[in-house]
């Protein structure tokens, strides 16, 4: 008999086989977590083992183990029981576990009952073995770990005690007599070990149900975050408009209502009191330039109206020369003509400075140029783009930059143009002479910095 034939070094084999117990079982506690009524749905050590790489190590250390004591179990059978008649039926037992063991993994990770089937093949198979061959009690160690990995945790706990007991039964038939220390070792370390693993698997279960606040409380820190922008946009829409509504209340309401109040008294005077009337109307005339002066600075940074229509530039620049073109009453025809093609749309900044400057040059021509015709040219180049606006009228002889007339009371179009272009990093030329016309052009850079300013 096997008990026999080896049981000085056997209870050596198998104290070694209680110290493996207490290690391996330590390390297998962190493969699985989940609360009871979790496991009994699904099975969290194998969910684990699958997306922890600490897991996915212990699982790899387990099966390498499993194998390794697999085959120290068979040698030292065959060592000791050289040509005995029950020897192919261990052998062909032994190759038959390691077969369903390496099936373990292709059957999945959940308990199927598929998998469920599987399992209890496989502890059939070892009870087989170690009733056959006590030493193949030393393979339980992985197979704690398969069990806890897969079963829910009441049955995960009978099999362990099913396996205990095996190995108790198994370690007594190798040694020569009743030993204490191997009824009471085998089920304190498969205690220890279980304890060890279910406290792992709650922690587990723990740091995934805080990963999933974290995650819930990110998403709330950025749906308050998008929600306190679209409030703030809102609250500074409304403050501006506010502001707007006052400034014109203001100013050119309360400039309108004063124009009317002289005008109506100089109606009144015309006729009794001429010099009376000529001051109301030259008050009124006062009132109206500084009223124009604060809408012009009302609209500066306001976007055009065209734009805000939709369409672009170009369809903002052909808008206006219509425009001009039915204001005039065929007394002046406007045309406009757009070259190439932008390879990127053009930065909302750039089309408003350029249709604010299409707008202040049709506007001196108009009142002051005497033309019959004038033209928009759009032309989009490589890294620039380029506005001209041109015309037939009388033209002037050009000043430079800087340079303004004398006693001059109007004039502030060009200087505002030229004010437009430089922040954008632009140049503005103005090529005229006297009874040549005048073509003026704003060159914009595409690949300049916009001034802050």
């Known amino acids: 008999m096997e008990h026999r034939s080896g ?25 699985q977590a989940q609360s009871p009524g979790i496991a009994e749905s699904e099975a969290a050590g ?69 998998r469920l089937t599987w399992l209890g093949v496989l502890v059939l198979v070892w009870m087989v073995l170690v009733v056959l061959a006590p030493s193949f009690a030393w393979c339980a160690v992985p197979l704690f770990y398969t069990g806890l990995r897969i079963l829910p945790p009441r049955a995960a706990l009978a ?13 007594l038939r190798l040694a020569d007599g009743f030993d204490p220390n191997l009824v009471l070792a085998p089920p304190a370390v498969a205690a220890v070990a279980t304890a060890v693993f279910v ?24 749906r308050t975050r998008r929600e306190l922008a679209a409030t703030e946009r809102r609250e500074g829409t409304l403050a501006e408009r506010q502001r707007l509504s006052m400034e014109i209340h203001d100013t050119l309401a309360q400039g309108l209502s004063s124009q009317q109040m002289l005008l109506q008294a100089a109606d009144r005077t015309w006729s009794a009191d001429p010099d009376a009337a000529r001051r109301h109307v030259r008050t009124a005339t006062g009132i109206a330039e500084r009223n124009l002066a604060e809408a012009r600075r009302f609209v500066h940074d306001l976007a055009p109206a065209d734009l805000a229509e939709g369409g672009g530039l170009e369809a903002a620049l052909q ?15 406007v045309h406009c003509h757009v070259e190439g093609t932008p390879h990127a749309p ?3 900044r750039v ?20 033309a019959t015709a004038a033209g928009l ?11 001209d606006i041109g015309d037939n009228g009388r033209g002037f002889t050009a000043e430079p930059e800087g340079v303004r007339g004398a006693g001059t009371v109007r004039g502030h179009g060009l200087p505002a143009m030229r004010a437009r272009v430089r922040q954008l990093g632009g140049t503005l030329t103005i090529e005229s002479a006297p009874g040549e016309g005048t073509v003026l052009s704003a060159e914009v850079p595409l690949t300049t910095t916009e001034d802050p300013t």
Do not use: C
């Open 7 to 31: 049981s000085p070094d056997a209870e050596g084999a198998e104290a070694e086989g209680s110290g493996i117990a207490g290690s391996e079982g330590s390390g297998t506690s962190g493969s």
């Open 46 to 114: 194998s969910w684990i083992s699958g997306s922890d790489p600490d897991a996915r190590w212990l699982a790899f250390l387990m099966h390498a183990a499993f194998f390794l004591l697999l085959g120290a179990s068979l040698t030292r059978f065959l060592m000791r029981h050289p040509g005995e008649a029950r020897t192919p039926w261990i052998i062909a037992l032994s190759i038959t576990l390691a077969v369903l063991y390496l099936l373990g993994p292709v059957l999945g990770s959940r308990p199927t009952p598929r």
């Open 159 to 171: 099999l362990v005690a099913l396996l205990t007991v095996f190995v108790v039964a198994a370690q």
């Open 199 to 222: 406290h792992m698997q709650r922690q587990a279960v723990r740091q995934r149900e805080l990963a999933a606040r974290q995650r819930e409380l990110i998403d709330d820190l950025l």
């Open 319 to 333: 808008a206006l020369a219509a425009r001009e073109s039915a204001q005039a009453a065929g007394a002046l025809t």
């Open 346 to 348: 053009l930065p909302d």
């Open 351 to 370: 089309q408003s400075a350029l249709l604010r400057i299409a707008q202040g040059a049709l506007a001196n021509v108009r009142e002051h140029a005497g």
């Open 377 to 387: 040219t759009l032309t989009h180049l490589d890294d620039r783009v380029v506005l």
